[in-house]
Nanobody, 124 residues
Framework: QVQLVESGGGLVQAGGSLRLSCTAS????????FAWFRQAPGKEREFVAA????????YYADSVKGRFTITIDNAKNTVYLQMNSLKPEDTAVYYC?????????????????WGQGTQVTVSS
């Protein structure tokens, strides 16, 4: 059983920064890819960023490119999302996801495991 636990959410002013963490446990993850998605009230869950297990492949949504950075620490089985220059429209619940493939994807339907989510609120 794979478990993903997110942390690091909170309230921040526009222009500020937050770093989200997602720690994976339950099995070895040598052939997995990881991603962050977010869901605002009344909206569908949308892709934010993805990374391969090696860290050599990353992919970002256009809305966060240049502001967010996804990284992975294999020794800690932890994926991070550094969020800078935050905007009120970044307000959402952020979810970590993992899929049994080395290929990164923006399609939420291909991810096999999900965390419980962490709230990020950006005030104007």
């Amino acid at each position: 059983q794979v478990q993903l636990v997110e942390s690091g959410g909170g309230l921040v002013q526009a222009g500020g920064s937050l770093r989200l963490s997602c720690t994976a446990s339950g099995r070895t993850f040598s052939s997995y890819a990881f991603a962050w998605f977010r869901q605002a009230p009344g909206k569908e869950r949308e892709f934010v960023a993805a990374i391969s297990r090696s860290g050599g492949s990353t992919y970002y949504a256009d809305s966060v490119k240049g502001r967010f950075t996804i990284t992975i620490d294999n020794a800690k089985n932890t994926v991070y999302l550094q969020m800078n220059s935050l905007k009120p429209e970044d307000t959402a619940v952020y979810y970590c996801a993992a899929r049994r493939s080395v290929v990164v994807s923006s399609n939420r339907m291909v991810y096999d495991y999900w965390g419980q989510g962490t709230q990020v609120t950006v005030s104007s």
